[in-house]
């Protein structure tokens, strides 16, 4: 086919954007001596329909090829090849047999015979080949849909997986919708009556699905192909178009439930994993720009993945920030969560650096500077952020909450000056730095590690159907099975790993900070003992919709625990107040059995403490107990007005365990609270203003 009336284009704007009359492409590559546009009619077919070469001088400006080509309009399908020399030691893994997918593309088309195998053998995978599709995101309806900027003090974050949430055929999702954006959509009601407030969805990024051991999937999707384009597979329509609509709707949906959308995102590596991995779009492009190599041309690897992003060069910084931006403002989400985040943070010799430009870019950005910025503050390099992430703007997964409580709960010595600290918003980490409480995002559970119901039940993990023997997986869970390993009909054991539950979602729950839960912990949802699932797309990940029902009185004590904590936080309405003026203002205090007296001893399983809440409207009292006995606390004199009233007790059974509302609150008005073991109490008092 001849290439009549083409123009040789611009650099800028990077990707494929449609122009009147056709479509204008560029993309970056320093190294090769020449790009090839492939246009497809159709994802599987074995070979393009047009290629398009790109030659200098016409087609090349400095790193950026680039061209126009009319008659083309969105859903083409496109994909390039580059020619030049395959040279490791100096960056360059050239290979002109491989499609490559654009970085920039906003859609994916994957074939029916998508092959990752095929993108690491020799020769041509025309046919095995993803391909990128041309997209025009400005033409969707948002029907006046815009970001709801919840404050992070008002934010109930659900982490969750797209596809576990309706995989299950019980998940009452009709079965062409399920595991789907549309089937998301389906089970909103559930969230909104959950009461949590945003979704943090497990990578959504088009990724690699086949990126696992043996014949099993890539589940959880920690193994991104392009930084633009939804994931294909989480959508029920097979045009790739209809995918990018398809997201977008959720997002729709989500904002008019009142629900924020929040994405996990990485950006620290791809799935073209080591020297050995695929090639499918950067290595083939310009490998020595992209990822982060040392002197003899190998890939440095702090993700545990086999390559990192050469995150601070100027064309990957670039590339993030326009993903970021895109994502932001053409698809309407509200924030993100970065995986291995700490890897941002590494300088091209691999060290960190104490001022990253790339995380001074994001947090100084004007688009992204009202979205939640969220980061998973080490990596698998061992640098460990958590307190002194660079920026002024990003939010830490607190880590050590989530180890310092489970120690805590599980009954380890020498924990309770530690999970004091924990409670209230970590001062011993971010006080220093000014931090108001939320910059800590608390968790005891996430999709990497034990669920909550396992965390209780196992004091091993059990990932033998991973494909790795049982060595995948972190060996430190910090988890007790409370006497048998496993599921149990022992109705002491059962009731005591209830309890231990309830224990671990009330310190979440209602500590300073802004809490995240794990999908489906609300009903005890069980990965069996796999603590490591990445790989396990059936019933060993996916929601299991029969707990609902089977811990309905579990649900309710989750939804009760964060009305307890919006009343607690209600006079907060987005004031940003620094960590040490907080807890002035709340007169929090500690103390032990005897009031004043906290017990800070090796020996000591637990603390309570007494706080007000910022307006003076509500008083309020905690007592741990994590000691295998009861212990009787001491409790402030109650103050002017009506009194004590019990509003959560882990130790007693549903209903009781937790009010529906204050005034349904059982009265004290004894000075003393029998505390029974291994749980943890809860009065608050209203009153007024100027008590």
């Known amino acids: 086919m001849e290439d ?17 009359g056709g479509v204008t492409f560029s993309v970056m590559s320093r190294g090769a001596e020449r790009i090839d546009l492939l246009l497809y009619d159709d994802a599987d077919a074995d070979a393009p329909a047009r290629v398009v070469p790109l030659e200098e001088p016409t087609h090349r400006t400095t790193d950026y090829w680039h061209v126009f080509v009319p008659g083309l309009t969105e859903g083409q399908l496109y994909a390039y090849r580059a020619h030049g020399a395959f040279a490791p030691e100096a960056g360059r893994r050239f290979d002109a047999d491989k499609v490559l997918l654009d970085p920039y593309g906003r859609a994916v088309a994957v074939p029916a015979a998508f092959d990752r195998e095929a993108a690491r053998r020799p020769g041509r995978n025309d046919r095995h080949a993803c391909k990128s599709v041309v997209a025009d995101a400005r033409r969707y309806d948002w029907e006046g849909d815009t970001p709801l900027r919840r404050p992070l003090s008002q934010t109930i974050v659900y982490e969750m997986h797209v596809r576990g949430f309706t995989a299950h055929p019980n998940s009452g999702v009709a079965e062409d919708l399920r595991g789907t954006y549309a089937g998301l959509v389906e089970r909103i009601p559930y969230l909104v009556d959950l009461g949590v407030t945003a979704v943090e969805l497990l990578p959504v990024f088009q990724f690699d699905h086949q990126d696992a051991p043996g014949d099993r999937p890539n589940y959880w999707g920690y193994s991104p192909i392009s930084f633009f384009a939804p994931h294909h597979g989480y959508s029920s329509r097979n045009d790739p178009i209809a995918a990018l609509d398809e997201f977008r709707d959720m ?27 695929p090639t499918y779009s950067l290595r083939g492009l310009d490998d020595g720009s992209y990822y982060l190599l040392d002197r003899d041309g190998a890939y440095i690897d702090h993700s545990g993945c086999g390559n990192i992003l050469n995150a601070n060069r100027a064309v990957v910084r670039r590339l993030i920030r326009d993903s970021l931006r895109y994502w932001v403002q053409e698809m309407h989400v509200d924030g993100f969560r970065f995986d291995l985040a700490s890897i941002l943070a590494r300088g091209r010799d691999g060290e960190p650096q104490v001022d990253p430009p790339l995380l001074w870019d994001i947090d100084t950005d004007p688009v992204l500077s009202g979205a939640k910025l969220i980061v998973e503050a080490w990596d698998a390099g061992g640098l460990y952020q958590v307190g002194s992430f660079a920026g002024n703007h990003w939010k830490e997964w607190n880590g050590r909450f989530r180890d310092d409580v489970r120690a805590f709960v599980r009954g380890d010595t020498g924990m309770a000056r530690t ?14 730095h000014h931090r108001e409480p939320e910059h800590s995002v ?19 993990k059990h990932n033998l159907d991973n494909g790795h023997e049982n060595t995948d997986g972190t060996d430190h869970d910090l988890s007790a099975n409370h006497g048998v390993e496993g599921p149990t009909d022992d109705p002491a054991i059962e009731s005591l790993r209830m309890r231990q539950v309830k224990n671990l979602l009330a310190i979440n729950l209602l500590s300073l900070g802004a809490p995240m839960l794990l999908m489906g912990d609300e009903v005890r949802r069980t990965q069996q003992g796999n603590n490591n699932a990445y790989c396990q797309d059936n019933e060993v990940s996916w929601f299991d919709w029969s707990l609902v029902d ?28 620094p960590l040490a003026e907080l807890h002035r203002r709340a007169h929090i205090r500690f103390h032990g059995v005897r009031l004043g007296e906290p017990d800070w001893a090796e020996h000591s399983h637990s603390l309570a403490l007494s706080a007000t809440s910022l307006s003076g409207h509500l008083h309020m009292y905690f007592a741990l107990n994590m000691y295998t006995e009861p212990l009787t606390f001491e409790i402030p004199a109650p103050p002017q007005g009506p009194g004590w009233w019990r509003a959560l007790d882990t130790s007693l059974a549903p209903p009781d365990d937790i009010v529906e509302d204050l005034a349904s609150g059982v009265h004290v008005d004894a000075r003393t609270y029998d505390v029974a073991a291994r749980s943890v109490m809860a009065l608050v008092a209203p009153a007024s203003p100027s008590t």
Not at 10 to 19: C, E, K, M
């Open 251 to 277: 997002v729709k949906a989500l904002h008019r439930a009142g629900l924020e959308v929040i994405l996990d995102v990485v950006y620290n590596h791809t799935a073209e994993v080591g020297a050995d991995g």
């Open 442 to 460: 608390n968790f005891v559970t996430c999709h990497d590690g034990f669920t909550l119901n396992d965390l209780v039940s196992y004091d091993r």
């Open 550 to 577: 089977e811990h309905a009185d579990l649900r309710r004590f989750v939804r009760q625990l964060i009305a307890l904590r919006s009343i607690r936080d209600a006079v907060r309405t987005g004031d940003r107040v």
């Open 419 to 432: 999970v004091a600290d924990r409670l209230i918003g970590s001062p011993d980490i971010y006080a220093d």
């Open 4 to 20: 009549q009336g083409l123009q040789p284009g611009s650099p800028h704007p990077l990707g494929a954007n449609i122009r009147p």
